[in-house]
């Protein structure tokens, strides 16, 4: 049987809730992941550095016995924040990098800027300090068509944050558009992105086959098999600044099967095995661990993962569905065959 050994793992861009879910999904993502970067966009957010070392306290306590997992902590930049938490922040050794979402852009964001440029303060000490800002690169503005809102956000916001932080490391998050993969595979080394599974696998006729799918629904949304491509190409082209970040964002079954469904897929219960499928539909297996354990750990300048995961050919069917809290989950492809299977 075909198997595939590589250094083991992390996700640079996680959901991992709070309370009785974050206990039913962290399982998930400690199994298959050394690390992860740890999405602020808890009700309310992760604003301090003093939240993220209490949220830090409750995922380590999380941990199943016998795992480990080390939860890479963010803060989230509001109207609000203190230009002096950055240096606090650096300071702790546990915040990894500040996330920016455009208010009203996705989940949990409407504590999010209104304005990028409320943030530029912020965002100067983030560049003086050489922390990261992770970027939900959509415009909220409703008369941009859904399918455009990526590519307008960096002719509109991200070109011009760059000019004005030439040493701004950033991470466009989750891209999904050829416009995202072009612009990063094109800018300075400090810009880099984090690719989904399920954008490498799925164009946006995976929203509609047969029916309305609310589990194929995320932000940013599904895009035509173009763009797919063109994060497949990306992905697996060699370049070091294309790495993993699963997205995975669960939310109850309820909320999802809705007449206003909440974006997010909940990957985690499969992301490696999901990835490599990805790699090798693209004929690109080899190419799997730079990007899902080198690239990002590099960018971060954080250590390389020194054990090993393994992968082998052989099918397993998803859960069809997960429990979670009082609630349930369901993973993406609930019920159905998965061609790699973690050993
Ligand atoms: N990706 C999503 O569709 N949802 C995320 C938020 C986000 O990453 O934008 C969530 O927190 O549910
Ligand atoms: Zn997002
Ligand atoms: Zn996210």
């Known amino acids: 049987m075909q198997s595939i050994t590589i250094t083991r793992p992390d996700d640079w861009h996680l959901h991992l809730r709070d309370g009785e879910t974050l206990r039913a999904v962290l399982p998930d993502t400690a199994r298959r992941f050394a690390r992860a970067i740890v999405m602020p966009n808890l009700k309310p957010p992760v604003r301090t550095t003093e939240d993220a070392r209490a949220y830090r306290d409750r995922i380590l306590a999380a941990v199943p016995a016998g795992m480990q997992f080390e939860p890479l902590m963010t803060l989230y930049l509001t109207n609000n924040t203190e230009p002096a938490e950055i240096a606090r922040a650096k300071a702790s050794g546990i915040v990894h990098a500040v996330k920016y979402y455009p208010a009203g852009a996705t989940t949990n964001s409407d504590m999010g800027l ?32 859904i399918f455009d809102r990526e590519a307008v956000f960096i002719e509109r916001h991200l070109i011009p944050l760059t000019q004005a932080f030439p040493a701004l490391k950033i991470v466009l998050e989750h891209i999904t558009t050829q416009q995202g993969a072009e612009f990063v595979a094109n800018a300075p080394a400090n810009i880099a992105a984090t690719i989904t599974a399920h954008h490498l696998l799925y164009n946006r006729n995976a929203m ?105 050919k052989e099918s397993w069917l998803a859960p069809a569905e997960i429990s979670f809290g009082a609630d349930k989950l369901i993973p993406l492809r609930a019920g159905e065959q998965l061609g790699w299977r973690i050993v």
């Not at 943030?119 to 959509?138: D, Q, S, T």
Request: aromatic share 10%; net charge negative; glycine share 8%.
């Open 114 to 145: 209104t304005d990028l440029t409320n943030g530029y303060a912020v965002i100067a000490e983030m560049e003086k300090h050489g922390m990261p800002l992770l970027v939900h690169g959509e415009v909220t503005d409703p008369s941009v068509d």
């Open 208 to 312: 509609f086959q047969g029916g309305i799918r609310p589990h194929y629904y995320c932000l940013p949304i599904l895009k035509r098999e173009q763009h797919r491509l063109a994060l497949v190409k990306a992905a697996t082209s060699g370049s070091v600044k294309f790495f993993l970040g699963t997205d995975s964002a669960p939310h109850p079954k309820n909320a999802k099967e809705s007449a206003c469904g909440c974006a997010g897929m909940y990957t985690a219960h499969a992301a490696i095995e999901l990835y490599a499928e990805a790699f090798e539909k693209a004929n690109a297996l080899d190419k799997l661990e730079a990007f899902a354990s080198f690239n990002g750990a590099d960018f971060y300048g954080l250590p390389r993962n020194t054990d090993t995961v393994t992968l082998a």
